[in-house]
């Protein structure tokens, strides 16, 4: 069993930043973690992901602006995100699959003047 907890979420200004956090437990973190994201009215969307080595991977249409990154001792993955644009407002969750999907909650960003 995988819980997975994010936080972070919250409204910005075009051009700002936030940084997302999620703390697993139940398991031993080894299991890579990807974010997605859901904007109204879309389909659910990845956004990056992080093995358990620290290999990452980015959708083209964040690569340079956001970041992810983990603390294997704190059972944490953490995706910064910089130069935030409306477009990418979204409910964003944090996913596992250890065996089988785990989810979130999801956390709101909202990208707005």
């Not at 910005?12 to 930043?17: F, K, R």
């Not at 398991?27 to 389909?43: D, M, T």
């Amino acid at each position: 069993q995988v819980q997975l907890v994010e936080s972070g979420g919250g409204l910005v200004q075009p051009g700002g930043s936030l940084t997302l956090s999620c703390v697993a437990s139940g398991s031993e973190f080894i299991y890579p973690i990807n974010w997605y994201r859901q904007a109204p009215g879309k389909l659910l969307e990845w956004v990056a992901s992080v093995t358990h080595v620290g290999t990452t991977s980015y959708l083209d249409s964040v690569k340079g602006r956001f970041t992810i990154s983990r603390d294997n001792t704190a059972s944490t993955v953490y995706l910064q995100m910089n130069s935030l644009k409306p477009e990418d407002t979204a409910v964003y969750y944090c996913h596992a699959y250890w065996a089988r999907d785990y989810w979130g909650q999801g956390t709101q960003v909202t990208v707005s003047s």
